[in-house]
């Protein structure tokens, strides 16, 4: 059942949209400065090290499965206008520190898929 799945996803959800909105407040910025990124990352880390804890139910790890499958190319899609929108507007800084952080996020690519194995 996919219902299972969609607490961790709202959790992961509501604590990467406040991590991305304490960035942007850090910054300066009146938006959500990768909140999305921060959720998805959440939602993978999570799935990954709760999966290995033996923290969920067969039937929990398939809604998390199939949320992650979902969440990531339509909500990303949603929410990326807004963000490049509120960075751009944030000045030439705030799309620094973006680039930094997408780089940042991509260099752990390798260490989510070790923890994946």
């Known amino acids: 059942m996919k219902i299972y799945g969609t607490a961790w996803l709202a959790f ?3 604590l990467g949209k406040t991590l991305g909105t304490l960035l942007g407040k850090s910054i300066g910025l009146e938006s959500d400065v990768g909140g999305v ?3 998805m990352l959440f939602l993978m880390i999570g799935q990954a090290y709760g999966s290995k804890m033996a923290w969920f139910t067969p039937e929990t790890q398939s809604g998390i499965r199939f949320w992650s ?3 990531i ?3 990303v ?3 990326a206008s807004s963000n490049v929108h509120g960075a751009l507007a944030g000045g030439f800084g705030a799309v620094i520190l973006g680039v930094v952080v ?3 996020a991509f260099s752990l690519v390798p260490l989510l898929s070790k923890l994946g194995k």
């Open 12 to 14: 992961c959800f509501l």
């Open 37 to 39: 990124g921060f959720a």
């Open 69 to 71: 499958s979902i969440y």
């Open 102 to 104: 997408t780089l940042a």
């Open 77 to 79: 899609a949603m929410a």
């Open 73 to 75: 190319p339509v909500v």
